[in-house]
C-alpha cells in the first residue's frame, strides 16, 4: 500500500511538474513574439556583484559605481545574442545612467553604442526609494511613447523594474512588457539570456 501511494504521489508530482515547464515554456515563446512585433522589454542589468553602490557614489564616474563583473560582461553579449537569434529587431534601446546598465546596452550590441538613449526615469532607486512614486510614473510615461515598428529595449535596475511590474528580476533577466490604455503595465512574460 505505501508502495502504491509512493507512486501515485510522485506520478502527481511529475505531471504537474511537466505541466509547469509547458507553462513557462508558452509564456516565454508568447515574450519572444510580442517582442518580434515590437515590444518592450525591461532588461535588469549584467551581474554586477554587491547591491547598491558603494560610499563616494559619483553618477559621471564609473571607477565610483557597483560594475559588471566578466562574468555579467558574458552575460550581456548573450543578452544580445538572444535577441538577435530570436529575430527581434530592436528599434531603441534606452538605459539608466548608472554605468553598468549602460555597459549592458553597450555590450549587448543591438543597436551602435551611439544610438543608447541614457535617461533617468530608469536609473537606480536602491538608494531613494522615496523617489519611487514618481520615477515609475515618468517611466510609465516614456514607455507609452514606444509605438514600435521595432522593439524596445531598456536596460535598467531590479527596483524600477520591480517597481513598474511587481517581479524581482535575476540579472540579465528581461521582462516583457506593454503599455495598456491609461498606462497600466502588463507583464507578457520573463526572457533569459
Known amino acids: 500500500m505505501f508502495l502504491k501511494n509512493f507512486v501515485r504521489i510522485v506520478l502527481v508530482f511529475i505531471a504537474c511538474n511537466a505541466s509547469q515547464n509547458i507553462a513557462m515554456a508558452n509564456e516565454e515563446k508568447a515574450a519572444w513574439d510580442a517582442l518580434r512585433a515590437g515590444g518592450i522589454v525591461l532588461f535588469r542589468h549584467a551581474l554586477a556583484p554587491g547591491g547598491g553602490d558603494p560610499p563616494g557614489f559619483k553618477l559621471k564616474d564609473c571607477a565610483t559605481q557597483r560594475n559588471l563583473s566578466e562574468e555579467g560582461r558574458a552575460q550581456a553579449k548573450r543578452m ?9 529587431k530592436v528599434q531603441a534601446v534606452w538605459s539608466s545612467q548608472w554605468c553598468r546598465a549602460l555597459e549592458t546596452a553597450k555590450l549587448m550590441a543591438v543597436v551602435a553604442p551611439e544610438k543608447i538613449e541614457a535617461k533617468p526615469a530608469f536609473n537606480s532607486l536602491f538608494a531613494t526609494p522615496e523617489r519611487q512614486p514618481e520615477q515609475t510614473a515618468a517611466a510609465k510615461k516614456l514607455l507609452a511613447t514606444h509605438k514600435g515598428p521595432g522593439a524596445l529595449v531598456v536596460t535598467t535596475h531590479q527596483v524600477g523594474i520591480t517597481g513598474l511590474t511587481g517581479i524581482v528580476p535575476a540579472s540579465g533577466e528581461g521582462i516583457v512588457v506593454r503599455v495598456k490604455a491609461g498606462g ?7 526572457v533569459m539570456p
Open 80 to 88: 544580445g545574442e538572444r535577441l538577435k537569434a530570436e529575430g527581434v
Open 184 to 190: 497600466e503595465i502588463q507583464v507578457l512574460g520573463r
